[in-house]
């Protein structure tokens, strides 16, 4: 396939299942995790093994289970972190500590009562130290997207010299929007002497509701990773869905990226996630919710049965979702209505159709939905 790689680093099972209600025990963990690689994530963030036992076996179990997928850890920039960090991991074939520290003055001063400058020498320790357990190491400068640039060039570029190999940029409160969050990837492209030698990576939150397009941005400003979660789950408005990142780079293909993900896994993995996190996807969510390919205005009814293109950019077995729907409601043509009673065996002529449509439009402006036992009803009574 063509295009530059754009690495899919999924965090459903760290920042995901932060949320509350979302927690998982260790087999559910593992058994997502499994169906993560199948679906071609590069790297799966496991947990924040220092945060509990629990979730350092279920790192540790992940470590030992998964063949291709980096697995990573979260820690802070403590030396404990990041020591408990690398036992958890070390069974995996291939291991990523992610370690950082809050870069914005509101975190530097309220979190940390430190300068500027301690934080860059913490920062640069913590890498050093990770880089003792594993060369892949990815540092993450906690509310980048608030950080001014030119101290966050500073940064970067100390951090890279320590050994960090992937540099995460996360607009940490979902603050920026889509130009700035793509200019501070630009600035640091053409600031940071030492840029070519890490990856950088977006990790955008989704509080007023940009955290798709700020990736999209990022990548467009020289980002070669997503850090995002199936369904879009994380902290408060949840972190970038992995599924929308991914079908924007493969429905833009002029963009000239790629991915490695397997995208007609996107539903069935979706509809698991919120299984087992008993977190129920909204249904007009963009490629996986119910209504997603499901059309119910007369004029889409009528120029999608006439060629679905007309209303429709993806075909949903392309993201693995069920065929597209034509759902009979007030707002419904004839169009529909003849299709969707030819379908049930009725194979009524336009005339037909005509004296049907005003009894189905009776029935559909009592109930929020037509269903086929209506339909059914109406065509037998009409029949008799
Ligand atoms: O949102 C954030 O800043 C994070 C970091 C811990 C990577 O999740
Ligand atoms: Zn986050």
Redesign the pocket.
Known sequence: MMGQQVFIFDTTLR?GEQVPGCKLNTQEKLALAVRLEELGVDILEAGFPVSSPGDFESVNQIAKTLKNTVVCGLSRAVQNDIEVAAAALKPAKRFRIHTGIGTSDLHIKYKFNATREEIIERAISAVKLARNFTDDVEFYAEDAGRTDNEYLARVIEAVVKAGATTLNI?D?TGYCLPYQYQAKMEYLVNNVPNIDKAILSC?C?NDLGLATANSIAGVMGGARQIECTINGL??RAG?TALEEVVMVLNQHSDLGYRTNINTRLLNPISHEVSEIMRMGVQPNKAIVGANAFSHSSGIHQDGFLKEAQTYEIINPELVGAEASKIVLTARSGRSALAHRLHKLGYPYTRNDIDVLYPIFLQLADRKKEVTHDDLVEIATAYTK
Request: net charge negative.
């Open positions: 920042d996360p940490t990790h939150h994380g902290e972190n």
